[in-house]
């Protein structure tokens, strides 16, 4: 009984084990990680002040890696109250990308591999499921999406060797893959009664992974169900890719994004370069700013802007690192208005009394093209698996990024026939990883 499940997600995490005394492919359990929640943010926080800690700061795993840090929301909160150092999240994005081996400052002139990072955080998952079971865990099945990276399967294939090499340097012997919308099925398939074909929509902050199965009672209790699973595909836009274009939106605006320069010689006025702003609103890129050389080449470009307050702006965001805490904002609006309604986005970080607003229409706007593509993959996901779209018996949502109503209602209206569940967002896909790993490992 020494295995376990990991859902590592770009936004959030969990990890289930069996249950003492159950038998068979069930009997499987969430661990709690922060006090009673099932799930935790994807977030790392390595503090740097070693006079000045957060009061859940652990002490590095190694003593060539002795940096302290917290996890999950307690991470998120001691970068709120302003400690020094640096918040990773979503570390997924970067397995299959050249970052993954590279160093990363973290402060104080101080560096970690952004593999370590990962690495470092599924210790911690690890840490928390034994001391939840009281033993040692050796094998694990941990979830993937259907493509780490769009249209490159040496990348992709990149991407699944690095998280198993992670996942080797904690500990874990044994260990095997499952794709997360198939994880999904299984959660979804423990409520059915009748065999139907089922379309998993699983998006969450990295991906939208899609995958057609024939689920039932009389299939669940068989171990091998490769002829069950007739596609799978899956897309690179998800939740952090949303945030980004609410943020392009209605507060990269107010810095100077799509304002133009002064006119020189009574010529046109030409467009503020923008490619900082893209990078600002970019997770694993928003670090890249702050970099000297970085910042002395935007302070030097004051000349570029007609609205000297844009310049400003930027420049408080760069120089008090702000890029993380804007990307928050964005995040926070876009919840505000999944069901609709309006919001105020507060940016008084940046500058006294400044603030944007977003409404459910705009946040539509700004997401059009990402909804678009996404819901183009779900029929091009049904298609690969043969079928047409009345041919499915329900439509299952999961995935934090499935509680924005915008996104469900265009794949309701893409597959009419089809019922709509929802499963739990964030545990739905944990809680299927556990039951392949029961089937999986038992044996």
């Known amino acids: 009984m020494s295995f376990c499940a990991i859902d590592f997600g770009t936004s959030n995490s969990a990890i289930a084990i069996p249950t003492a005394g159950e038998a068979g492919s069930a009997g499987m359990r969430l661990v709690p990680l922060e006090g009673a929640h099932l799930t935790m943010p994807t977030a790392v926080f390595y503090a740097t002040d070693a006079d000045d800690q957060p009061p859940a700061a652990r002490p590095g795993p190694t003593a060539d890696d002795p940096l302290p840090r917290c996890f999950g929301r307690a991470a998120v909160q001691a970068y709120v109250d302003g400690y020094e150092g640096r918040l990773m999240r979503s570390m997924k994005s970067v397995l299959g990308t050249a970052l993954v081996d590279q160093t990363t400052e973290v402060g104080q002139g101080l560096g970690v591999k952004y593999l370590d990072i990962v690495t470092g955080y599924l210790r911690h998952l690890r840490q928390q499921a034994e001391a939840a079971g009281g033993q040692a865990l050796n094998q694990v099945v941990l979830g993937r999406p259907v493509y780490f990276v769009d249209d490159d399967v040496v990348r992709d294939a990149a991407a699944q060797a690095s998280l198993a090499a992670a996942a080797r340097a904690v500990g874990f012997s044994d260990i095997a893959f499952q794709f997360e919308p198939i994880a999904a099925a299984f959660d979804f398939e423990q409520h059915c009664t009748q065999e139907e074909h089922v379309l998993v929509a699983d998006i969450g902050g990295g991906t939208s992974d899609f995958s057609v199965v024939r689920v ?190 915008l996104l469900t209602d265009a794949l309701q209206a893409a597959f009419p026939s089809a019922r709509a569940v929802r499963g739990d967002r964030l545990a739905s896909v944990a809680t299927g990883l556990g039951l392949y790993a029961g089937r999986l490992f038992r044996g």
């Not at 009672?217 to 945030?243: C, K, M, N, V, Y």
């Not at 844009?310 to 999944?338: C, N, P, S, W, Y």
């Not at 069901?339 to 705009?362: F, K, P």
């Not at 593509?373 to 329900?394: E, H, S």
């Open 216 to 405: 039932g009672p009389q299939r669940a209790t068989r171990t091998e169900r490769r002829d069950d699973i007739l596609a799978s595909h899956g897309i690179h836009i998800a939740g952090t890719d949303f945030d980004r274009h609410i943020s392009l939106a209605r507060i990269m605006p107010l810095l100077g994004l799509g304002a133009f320069g002064p006119s020189v010689l009574g010529q046109p006025p030409r467009p503020v370069p923008s490619r900082v702003y893209f990078d600002l609103t970019t997770w694993h890129l928003i670090n890249t700013v702050y970099q000297p050389s970085r910042v002395s080449e935007l302070r030097n470009m004051a000349d570029f802007y007609g609205d000297p307050a844009h310049h400003r702006r930027l420049m408080k965001v760069v120089q008090d690192r702000l890029g993380h805490a804007l990307v928050a904002r964005a995040e926070t609006a876009k919840i505000a208005v999944a069901d609709g309604g309006h919001t105020d986005i507060d940016l008084g970080l940046v500058e006294a009394g400044l603030h944007n607003g977003l409404d459910a229409e705009q946040a539509a706007r700004a997401l059009e093209a990402d909804v678009e593509r996404i819901t183009l993959c779900a029929l091009d996901t049904v298609r690969l698996a043969g079928l047409k779209p009345g041919q499915l018996g329900a439509l299952y949502f999961t995935g934090g990024s499935t509680g924005l109503t």
